[in-house]
Nanobody, 117 residues
Framework: QVHVVESGGGLVQAGGSLRLSCAAS????????MGWHRQAPGKQRELVAV????????YVDSVKGRFTVSRDNANITTVYLQMNSLKPEDTAVYYC??????????WGQGAQVTVSS
């Protein structure tokens, strides 16, 4: 079992920045990737960014060049999402997840990000 805890989020004006943090614990040796999804009101949850155990990253097109996913080099099961140049359409609940090598996803509790215009 993997336990995922995230922190960060909040309210920011358009053009501002926020950083989300996420830490996985428990059976972490089988973690293949960690990342972030988000869900805005009335919309489906979408993948925002992911980083694999090998360091490969991937982003949804709408955040490329603005968001950066990274990990703590001393603890690779701690990851961060740096969000710059935020837009009102980035407003959503952001969910951190950890995926094991069998494809099972373990989710954090969610963090609200609100971007005012």
């Amino acid at each position: 079992q993997v336990h995922v805890v995230e922190s960060g989020g909040g309210l920011v004006q358009a053009g501002g920045s926020l950083r989300l943090s996420c830490a996985a614990s428990g059976s972490i040796f089988g973690i293949y990737a960690m990342g972030w999804h988000r869900q805005a009101p009335g919309k489906q949850r979408e993948l925002v960014a992911v980083i694999t155990s090998g360091g490969t990253t991937n982003y949804v097109d709408s955040v490329k060049g603005r968001f950066t996913v990274s990990r703590d080099n001393a603890n690779i099961t701690t990851v961060y999402l740096q969000m710059n140049s935020l837009k009102p359409e980035d407003t959503a609940v952001y969910y951190c997840y950890a995926q094991d090598n069998r494809g099972h996803n373990f989710w954090g509790q969610g963090a609200q990000v609100t971007v005012s215009s």
